[in-house]
């Protein structure tokens, strides 16, 4: 159960996503400068980079990916769709997971063209990025589901979702931070989403440092609670996780575009005890 106050918080996080514009948001996250696969120094570049060898290095492996808070993104399972035949995406609003569905469904009418990404990956694959085509069909064949989900409440997906063992992986993207009130907050979602793990399953979380808030849409501001490293490794350990690799990427001052106020993004690869 939540206490009174931090249900307040987390209501009023709830009332700010009621005018989240996936549209928007994607363009200003996932269009370059951010997303620019000819910069080393992009951002966009830079995850996929930490995600490809999270899920390459050889320790991770199962049958059930689940992706927490997907948003209207898909990039954060395109390396992990090669080792698992079963990926749930997962949000809170319909408005992502109908941009989601439109993208699975292949239908003209989603927000983005995902191909720049594919290939981008194919190629960190040591594939050819003409490979692209096959890793879209591959994406399109394991993800399973688009689920609600509320990383608040202790059952995040509610009951009999997933396998009474929990999921073998989860990835999570600049989720967290972003529909918390508070530090507390942040780190009980944290424990919720733990929940959905078995032990000895891996966490790969990417987040946001030092944001205090970021544009869902148009004049939509949306607060964030705003990390250090440090918090996010205390929040871990609290929640009975081992940190095997925490990484940063610092924004140059032309990526820092004016749609939030973040200076840096953590990559956590990390294992439930
Ligand atoms: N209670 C809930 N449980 C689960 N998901 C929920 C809940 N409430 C809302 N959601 C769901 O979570 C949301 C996920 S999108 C959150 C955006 N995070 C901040 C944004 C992202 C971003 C991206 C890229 C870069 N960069 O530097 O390249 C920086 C940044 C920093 N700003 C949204 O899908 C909502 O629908």
Known sequence: MEEKGTENGTAAMAACYQRFDPAAYLQYNYTPPRADFEREDSIVPWK??????????????????VDIGSGPTLYQVLSGCEVFNKVLLTDFLEINRQELRRWLQDETSC???WTPYLQHVCKLEGRSPSAWIEKAAKLRKVITDILPIDVHRSHPLGPDILPSAGADCLVSSFCLESVSPDLAAFTRALGH????LRPGGHLLLIGALEESYYLGGPGVKIPVVPLTEAQ???SLKENGYTLIRLEVYTLPQDMRVGVDDVTGVFFVKAKKD
Do not use: Y
């Not at 996929?48 to 990916?65: I, K, M, N, P, Q």
């Not at 989403?193 to 959905?196: E, K, P, S, W």
């Open 193 to 196: 989403i733990g929940r959905l």
């Open 111 to 113: 927000s983005m063209d």
């Open 48 to 65: 996929l980079a930490c995600l490809h060898r999270a899920f390459s290095e050889g320790d991770v492996s199962g049958e059930l990916l």
């Open 232 to 234: 996010v490794c205390a």
